[in-house]
C-alpha cells in the first residue's frame, strides 16, 4: 500500500511541475473535500483526480494506494451507519468518499514529487532545514523500513513462528513479536543516521546555500494564482465573507 | 533421490520483480558436509539459502530438503529442519532475557517444557552465554548477540544449519569461537552450509566451496580445488587467500616448482625448506 505514496520519476507534465504550485492544488482538494458532503462533489473531485492520473503517466500505481484504502473507506462507511443512525447512508458515503479523496490526492501528489524536490521547495520557503529533513528522511525510509519488516519476518518465520496459519488473534499476536526487533533495529538506525549527519557537519553555525535552487516556471505561477482563485472561491461560497 | 543427500537442488530458477537472480541452480548437498557458498555481493547467495527453509519458492526447478519438497512444505515444518542463522542477529533478538530468547523457537516447535528448559541450558553453557541468562539481549556485545542468535537455533537441534556470513563484523577471537562451533556441529553430523566472503575462514571450515557469480554457480569442488584457482577466485570477485597468493607468487618467481600443492602454512614452509636445501 506505501508503494503508492513514493515517488516514482517519470516524464510527464504533472512531475515537471513545482512542487509548490502542486502543494496549492493540494491545498484545495484537501479543503474542498473537507468543506463538500455531497457525494455527487466528493465524486467529481475523485474523478478529477482520476483525469489528473492519466495526465501523470501514473495510473496503474495511483491505483494501488486507491485499492488499498477502499477497505478503510468501507470500514469508515461501516462504521458511521453504526454510530449514527439518524444521518443515513449518505451521510456514510460521504465520509467514506471524503477520504477516498483525500486519500487519492495526497497519494498523486507524492507519487509525482520527488521527496528531495519537494523538502528544497520548503527550504526555499522558509521553513527550518531541520524541519524539510525530517520530512525527507521519514519518506526515504519508507522502504527501508519494508525490507526491515521483511528481514525480521523471515528470521522469525525460520525459527519457526506461524505467520500464515492459526486464527486472527494467534496471528496478531505473533506479528506483534516482530515490532520489538524492528522498533530497536529502527532506534539504533536513527541514532546512526544522526551521528552521522553531525559529522558532516548538518546543524552547523552557517546556513549552507542551495546548489539547485528551485525555480518556478510561468505555467507553476498560472497554476498557483488559479488554484488560490479556486481555493477561494470554494471557501467564499461554503463560509460567506468574514463580517 | 539419493538417501545421503541433505539438499539437493534442481535447475533452479528465481526473480524478484521479473529480474532473473538465480538461474539454472544444480547442488548437491550430503548429510554432514560444510559447504561454503561464495561470490561478490548480489551474486545471489543469500537469495539461494533461502530457499533451503522454503522462505523463497522456486519460480522454476526444485528444492529438495531431506526429501521434502520445500515448494509444498510450509515454512514452519520445513524450518524445524533447517536452522537458518541471519547475517544481522539484531533483525531476530526480541525477547526479554537470554534465556527466553532461546527458548522461543523451542516453544514454537512445541517440544515439552522440561526438554525446554534442558535444551535452554546446554545452549547457555556451549555458547558461554550463562551469565547472562536474565539480562536484555539487546544489552549484549555485537559478539554475545551473535552467539546468542546462533544458540537460539542450534538449541532445537535441527539436522542442516544455515549460516549467513557468520564471521561478519566479528574479531579474531569470535572468529575462533564460531569456528570451534563449526567444529562441534560437524562432531555432532550435522549439515552445514554457510556463505561468507571470508576466503581465510573458508578455507580453514569447509569441505566443499560453490563459487556464485550473476545468479549463476561459476564452480564448486572440493575446497582445495577452488581456493587454488587464482582465475576462478577472480571471476567471483575474490581475493585468493594469502597462503595460496604467496605460493603462487613464489611459483611464479620460480622459486618452488609449479606441480606441488600448498594448502597450509605448515605446506609452505615444508616446500621452501625443501627446495632451499636442494
Redesign the interface.
Known sequence: MLEGFLYKPKESPLHKLDPRSKAVILVFYTVASLIYLDPIVLVLLLLSVVLLSIVGRCVREWSKSVKATLTFALVIFILNVLASPGLGYTYALAMSLRFLSLAAAFSLYFLTTPPEALALSLEAAGLPRDFTLMLTLSLRFVPTLARDLQIVTDAFRSRGLKLDSGNYVERLYNFAKLLTPLIVFEIRRSLMIAEALESRGFGGAVKPSLYKPPKMSLIDYMITAGGLVALGVIVYYHLGFPQ | MDYEDAIVVKNLYFSYNEKLVLKNINLQIKKGEIVTIMGENGAGKTTLI?HF?G?LKPKKGKVIVLGMDTSQT???QL??H???V?Q?P?????AETVEEEIA??LR??GFPEEKVKARVEWALKVFELDKYRKRSP?LLSIGERKRLSIA??IS?DPPIVVLDEPTAGQDFLQKEKIAELLFLLKQMKKTIVMVTHDVEFAIKRSDRIVLMADGEIIAQGPTFEIMSSIELLERARLKPPQIIETAYILKRKKILPSEISIFTPKDLVEAIARNVDA
Not at chain 2, 539484531?90 to 526480541?94: G, V
Open positions: 533461502k527453509n522462505l510450509p515454512v514452519s524450518a524445524r533447517v536452522g537458518m541471519f544481522n539484531d533483525y531476530q533478538l526480541f522461543t523457537a514454537n516447535f539487546y537460539s537455533v532445537y
